[in-house]
């Protein structure tokens, strides 16, 4: 079965702090990762990454992801409060070689950014 | 806003019953995508229709069943309702039936159900 592993579950610092959340995986056939920030309910896309070693950003934000260790992070620098949110990691995986693909999320993880 | 609508937004309902959650995919979109979101479990792959027809099954309970219709909508039938089954269900929709395919998926604002 696919798992994706998320950590840390919970995470509280100051504003301007840098924040590293990181996700790691078992999947079959591997397609690709991406990333979600969810706020107040529905999940809102920030990443997919499907190579190794080339840095996404987007921002204050960045990510990266390392299909031989089979874990992605998420950077977040010079935090605001507007980050505050729930980050979903996510693996694309497929059954077989050709098709029945399928999106597998960890349980994310809960950023507090404190004034 | 996604462009995917769900309703209702907010359900309450007892042990027992059956409801319906409905959801109206973004234009153009073939693919629905059924998602649980619980405390405890984060978001749980339930079921993917593609153009009307099931296209991936997850963790499903044999309790749910869902199905698209001919203009795309689907809708997610819950049924002998348990405490355990309160939680957020999502809708997402994509343009294919491979869920990311250099785009990705969007979810509607989901459908808080309460089991009591």
């Known amino acids: 079965e696919d798992k994706v592993v998320q950590s840390p579950l919970s995470l509280v610092v100051h504003e301007g702090d840098t924040v590293t959340l990181n996700c790691s995986y078992e999947?079959?056939?591997?397609?690709?990762l991406l990333w979600y920030k969810q706020e107040k309910k529905a999940p809102t896309f920030l990443f997919m990454l499907?190579?190794?070693?080339i840095e996404k950003k987007s921002g204050r934000l960045s990510s990266i992801l390392d299909k031989k260790e089979l874990f992605s992070i998420l950077n977040i620098t010079a935090t605001q409060t507007g980050d505050s949110a729930i980050y979903l990691c996510a693996v694309e995986a497929s059954e077989s070689n050709f098709g029945n693909e399928k999106l597998t999320f960890g349980t994310g993880t809960r950023l507090t950014i404190i004034p | 806003d996604s462009g995917v609508t769900q309703t209702p937004k907010h359900l309450i309902t007892a042990t027992g019953q059956r409801v319906t959650l409905r959801c109206s995919p973004r234009s153009g979109d073939l693919s629905v995508y059924w998602y649980q979101q619980s405390l405890d479990q984060g978001l749980q792959f339930l079921i993917q229709y593609y153009n009307g027809e099931e296209r991936a099954k997850g963790n499903i309970l044999e309790r749910f069943s869902a199905q698209q219709f001919p203009d795309l909508h689907s809708e997610l039938n819950l049924s002998s309702l348990e405490l355990g089954d309160s939680a957020l269900y999502f809708c997402?929709?994509?343009?294919?039936?491979?869920?990311?395919?250099?785009?990705?998926?969007?979810f509607g604002e989901g459908s808080w159900l309460t089991v009591v």
């Open positions: 997402a929709s994509s343009v294919s039936w491979w869920p990311t395919s250099g785009n990705t998926i969007y």
């Open positions: 999947v079959t056939n591997f397609r690709s």
């Open positions: 499907t190579s190794s070693g």
